[in-house]
């Protein structure tokens, strides 16, 4: 079976760094692609940004270029994201997403962990 | 970049009613680059339908996707009371994978 676990909530404030994670079980870590998606309190969607853990393979929508960095570690079945200075507006719930389709990129999300809430607040 | 904009915000229906979603894309999209998820208050979004018209695994047949070029629609035959949810459309064919924001199902 696969399963998504991520790491717990968070609590931040302005301008400290943070890394949370997802590892990845039941499946072939390295051959697919996992992104990460934010849920703003009340809000929709957003993609953020996908890894290809077999290579290290990265795209960012332009969105969140330069404000996050995904990483992952293939020898732990692990995936990150990561900010190096928060902003009360990450407040938001992160979803890790795994695609459904083995080393295709353009395939939609099979998968989804449980979600991580990172608040930021003074 | 293509925006996809879902329509209506929120659909007010009965149990045993018919849902009919819209997801309307700002370019042409490939036909088979289009999914629908749905999403329960504190979970994680469910993918029901990929390439706009085939049902993921496990879904129920009263769900089914249609559509092509701009035009998708997500339609629930007769609604079940876990039916009520969020419904969320994406564009996954190319960067970066939108999503629409979001057609909320709620109990009349």
């Known amino acids: 079976e696969v399963q998504l676990v991520q790491s717990g909530a968070e609590v931040k404030k302005p301008g400290e760094s943070l890394k949370i994670s997802c590892k990845g079980s039941g499946y072939t870590f390295s051959s697919y692609w996992i992104g990460w998606v934010r849920q703003m309190p009340g809000k929709g969607l957003e993609w953020m940004g996908i890894?290809?853990?077999?290579?290290?393979?990265?795209r960012y929508s332009p969105s969140f270029q330069g404000q996050v960095t995904i990483s992952a570690d293939k020898s732990i079945y692990t995936a990150y994201l990561q900010w190096s200075s928060l902003k009360a507006s990450d407040t938001a719930i992160y979803y890790c997403?795994?695609?459904?389709?083995?080393?295709?990129?353009?395939?939609?999300?099979?998968?989804w962990g449980q979600g991580t809430l990172v608040t930021v607040s003074s | 970049e293509i925006v996809l904009t879902q329509s209506p915000g929120t659909l007010s229906l009965s149990p045993g009613e018919r849902a009919t979603l819209s997801c309307r894309a700002s370019?042409?999209?490939?036909?088979?680059?289009l999914a629908w998820y749905q999403q329960k208050p504190g979970q994680a979004p469910r993918l029901l339908i990929y390439g706009a018209s085939s049902r993921a695994t496990g879904i129920p047949d009263r769900f089914s996707g249609s559509g092509s070029g701009t035009d998708f629609t997500l339609t629930i035959s007769r609604l079940e009371p876990e039916d009520f949810a969020v419904y969320y459309c994406?564009?996954?064919?190319?960067?970066?994978?939108?999503f629409g924001q979001g057609t909320k199902v709620d109990i009349k």
């Open positions: 890894i290809y853990p077999g290579d290290s393979d990265t």
């Open positions: 370019q042409s999209v490939g036909s088979t680059d």
């Open positions: 994406q564009q996954y064919g190319t960067s970066p994978w939108p």
């Open positions: 997403a795994r695609l459904g389709s083995r080393a295709v990129l353009w395939s939609p999300v099979g998968y």
